[in-house]
Nanobody
Framework: QVQLVESGGGLVQPGGSLRLSCAAS????????MGWYRQAPGKQRGLVAA???????TYADYVQGRFTISSDNAKNTVYLQMNSLKPEDTAVYYC?????????????WGQGTQVTVSS
């Protein structure tokens, strides 16, 4: 198992930016893909963005053009740069490794980091 710890969340005004970090206890170099997920109150947890070991990325429609996922293998860290934030982006954000088959999360869910977008 790879231990994952999310950080960087907080309170931000609409239109603002926030950068989330996902630090891994071990190397993420050999992991097929990593993803950021979010869960808003009363809603299902869903995929926000994903990045493969080869650098390919994918995004949910509702964050396309606003969010950017990236990774730094030397630091064993995955990032999510969030720009033009909207109140509907408010949620707990989680990171996880993704399996080659169907992109299923492979690690236990951590505590996540709270992102609140409000005036």
């Amino acid at each position: 198992q790879v231990q994952l710890v999310e950080s960087g969340g907080g309170l931000v005004q609409p239109g603002g930016s926030l950068r989330l970090s996902c630090a891994a206890s071990g190397s993420i170099f050999s992991i097929y893909a990593m993803g950021w997920y979010r869960q808003a109150p009363g809603k299902q947890r869903g995929l926000v963005a994903a990045i493969t070991s080869g650098g390919s990325t994918t995004y949910a429609d509702y964050v396309q053009g606003r969010f950017t996922i990236s990774s730094d293998n030397a630091k064993n860290t995955v990032y999510l740069q969030m720009n033009s934030l909207k109140p509907e982006d408010t949620a707990v954000y989680y990171c996880n490794a993704r399996s080659p088959e169907y992109g299923h999360p492979t690690q236990p869910w951590g505590q996540g980091t709270q992102v609140t977008v409000s005036s």
